[in-house]
């Protein structure tokens, strides 16, 4: 059975402000991704998270985005392809100064939010982001939307891809997330969530909000850990792999 792994984005509090269940859910995924203070974190926070990982051996892995603290990043925002390549070089860097003057390495870069979406489906903006990743680091392994431009954008750079599903949201039938603004985007059901990911994984594909089966590169699953469910979630997630046989890239 193939490996994969869970990641998780972490290190989104602010300030006095508290976002995540960090702490928590730790303990149950391989990967984490940072917020670099854009659409979230700031320099504590981003110390903390990168402490944390290394306590428990989580791979780290830079989370930039869009630079709208308001909007958490997830609103849609026009850059150029010149401004993506320097939001993610900027953002990637500053992480990275973290986790080398804590003695360790940084492992992979996935956008965040309407940055990740734009380039899912927008050539120019995922091959600013690809070259901008392969530019800082070509060792680093982009995390992108299974099948999307991004992810294809990073092959082509040269880049390892890994292919990211995701447990708690719906699929159209091209492939690509529901819009959160739309009806039934998110998946607020457990074990309808975790089914969806066994079947990602195991068969490599997906069923679509119509009904459809469509076939999905699964190499890492997403738990979104500003949900307060995250860390039972991602617990449960474990041992339905276990049952199943799947392991865990460590």
């Known amino acids: 059975m193939k490996a994969v792994d869970i990641n998780c984005d972490m290190g ?15 303990h149950s995924i391989t990967s984490a991704n940072i917020a670099c203070g854009f ?3 700031d320099p504590a926070t981003m110390a903390e998270t990168v402490r944390l990982c290394i306590d428990h051996h989580v791979k780290i892995g830079a989370h930039p985005g869009l630079p709208d603290l308001n909007g958490f990043g997830r609103r849609n925002m026009q850059v150029t392809p010149d401004e993506a390549y320097q939001l ?3 953002q990637t860097g500053a992480l990275s100064a973290f986790v080398q003057a804590y003695g360790t390495r940084l492992s992979h870069v996935k956008p965040h939010g309407a940055l990740y979406n734009e380039a899912a489906r927008n050539q120019s903006i995922a091959d ?3 070259k901008a990743v392969a530019d800082f680091d070509p060792d680093l392994t982009l995390f992108a939307l299974s099948g999307s431009k991004l992810a294809q954008a990073g092959e082509q750079a040269g880049l390892t891809v890994a292919h ?14 529901t819009p959160r603004r739309e009806p039934n985007a998110l ?3 457990e074990k309808q969530a975790i089914d969806q990911v066994i079947q990602m994984v195991k068969f490599q594909s997906v069923t679509s909000n119509t009904g459809k089966t469509i076939p999905i590169h699964a190499d890492t699953v997403c738990i979104h850990g500003d949900n307060v469910q995250a860390p039972d979630f991602a617990h449960r997630l474990n041992e339905r792999f276990q049952k199943e046989g799947i392991p865990l890239i460590r």
Do not use: M, W
């Not at 708690?168 to 091209?174: A, E, F, L, M, S």
């Open 164 to 177: 990211e599903v995701f447990a708690d949201r719906t699929y159209r039938d091209d492939g690509t997330l």
């Open 88 to 90: 993610i070089l900027y």
């Open 128 to 130: 600013a982001i690809a």
């Open 12 to 26: 989104e509090s602010f300030g006095i402000y508290t976002i995540g269940n960090d702490q928590k859910v730790i």
């Open 39 to 41: 659409h979230a974190g």
């Open 187 to 189: 998946i607020t059901e």
